[in-house]
């Protein structure tokens, strides 16, 4: 077989069924072109070493260059009887230089340290384009609370009435996760910046090459410092695995929202024609269908991610064949997650809300009790009293049918002589929310600057 990397101390090929079980082209040639940079850098370390002559060194450099493009192209595919794609890039360079100087690259590497440092590098790049993604999602959720800067809406813990708040501090509550993550991604670059290269098989090189001066061509921050560990270990790959599963996580519970907040029991949001699918019998029907798969490949993401795990926990050192598991479920989240990250930034973007509807909600099921006590303690009342004075005036509103703003000052007073009817000026949802002042809480002043902080990290990233 021309392709294959191994065959001098066996009298046979593998049985088709080996050979198909082994195969890993179908998902393991989005590395090519990490591959073959890594080879270019590689060539020069061995000219450097000596084991290369110039005129070997520019033949190589050259039809990987070509190489290069043709894989770019499409014009150079893996074959079906190329095993992975390393295999199939030998192959092709000596396709295209020739055996004599095509069979001299291999030396001093495996593809152990290969496929370590490639991933680890496909990862890198694949964690910035997520963080994005995640940044315009972020983005988009600024712009909306940008744009509802006085809107109240009912604050819920339980999903039950709480506390007024107001929409803008509800929605930056989703892009403070996501900021988070994103740097959670850069913090994981920082390990993912170690290069495998020169690690061999798992015991390192012998041939004199300098794995520090292919690290840094490569864009890594250094070279390992132990070669079995940098050949066997996944650990970078799970902890993207777990940042992307996070997202995800994220996201869904923004969407579940996002799901709520448009039937006509909440009547929050409308979604835009364009984010939103129809039905094939219902005529009436406006699905939040970009919600509910970011709901369910939330739960992909965390099965890639447990996977992995579940792939790493009871390896021997060093490297293990089981190790060619760790690729598709990673390079899965990512694809998952490059589908829904500018789905739900456009989905945010074009939401309408309705902010008479929430404004109205927003006192329901007495959402002001709290207020109540407060002002009391300001009046002197300790807090225990003044629990109970507001929990009776919820009581008496509740069995009037009325609410805590209609209570009559005779209905006060009764309940407890602290109860003027000067804690009226605390009993609207404006006055509740302004109350809230303190850094992070729902007064407007504070929702402002938050936004400020948020859209500056935004830019920032
Ligand atoms: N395709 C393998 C992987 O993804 C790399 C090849 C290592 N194979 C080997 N027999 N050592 O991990």
């Not at 999602?137 to 007024?164: E, N, R, S």
Request: aromatic share 6%; net charge negative.
């Amino acid at each position: 077989n021309e392709g294959a990397l191994w065959g001098g101390r066996f009298e046979s090929g593998p049985a088709a069924a080996m050979a198909a079980l082994s195969k890993s082209t179908h998902f393991d040639w989005v590395l090519a072109p990490y591959d073959v940079r890594a080879s270019q850098a590689h060539a020069k370390i061995l000219h450097g070493a000596g084991l290369l002559t110039d005129a070997d060194l520019a033949t190589m450099l050259d039809g990987l260059e070509r190489l290069a493009a043709d894989v770019a192209s499409g014009a150079f595919a893996p074959a079906e009887s190329d095993e992975d794609v390393h295999g199939a890039l030998e192959r092709a360079l000596i396709e295209r230089v020739g055996p004599e100087v095509g069979g001299r690259l291999r030396a001093g590497r495996s593809r152990n340290d290969q496929v370590a440092t490639l991933f680890r590098m496909w990862l890198r790049d694949a964690a910035r384009r997520i963080a994005d993604g995640v940044l315009d999602v972020a983005d988009a959720i600024a712009g909306q609370a940008a744009a509802h800067p006085d809107a109240i809406m009912p604050g819920k813990t339980h999903l039950q009435a709480a506390q007024p708040v107001l929409l803008a501090h509800h929605l930056l509550a989703h892009a403070h996760p996501l900021l988070r993550d994103v740097d959670r991604l850069r913090d994981f670059d920082k390990r993912a910046a170690v290069s495998p290269y020169g690690s061999g098989a798992l015991a390192g090189s012998s041939l004199g090459l300098d794995p520090d001066a292919i690290a840094a061509d490569l864009g890594f921050d250094s070279a390992a410092n132990n070669s079995i560990d940098a050949t066997s270990s996944r650990d970078f790959a799970a902890e993207a695995a777990f940042v992307f599963a996070q997202i995800a996580v994220d996201l869904s519970r923004m969407a579940e929202e996002v799901i709520l907040w448009s039937t006509p029991e909440f009547g929050y949001v409308t979604l835009a024609d364009a984010w939103s699918t129809g039905s094939s019998i219902m005529p009436q029907k406006k699905n939040p269908d970009v919600s509910e798969l970011t709901r369910g490949k939330a739960g992909r993401l965390i099965g890639n991610l447990t996977g992995l795990l579940a792939t790493l926990k009871a390896q021997p050192l060093a490297y293990n064949r089981d190790l060619q598991e760790d690729k598709e479920p990673v390079f899965d989240s990512v694809a998952q997650l490059e589908l829904l990250l500018p789905a739900i930034a456009g989905l945010i973007a074009t939401l309408t809300f309705h902010t008479d509807r929430m404004a109205e909600l927003a006192p329901a099921g007495f959402t002001l009790a709290t207020d109540i006590a407060e002002w009391m303690v300001r009046q002197g009342v300790p807090f225990r009293v003044a629990h109970e004075a507001a929990g009776a005036c919820v009581r008496v509103a509740e069995g009037r049918g009325v609410g805590l703003d209609e209570l009559t000052d005779d209905e006060l007073v009764a309940i407890d002589p602290a109860l003027t009817s000067r804690v009226r000026e605390v009993l609207t949802v404006q006055g509740s929310v302004a109350s809230r002042n303190a850094r992070g809480g729902t007064a407007g002043v504070r929702v402002v600057e938050q936004l400020d902080g948020v859209r500056e990290v935004v830019q920032d990233l």
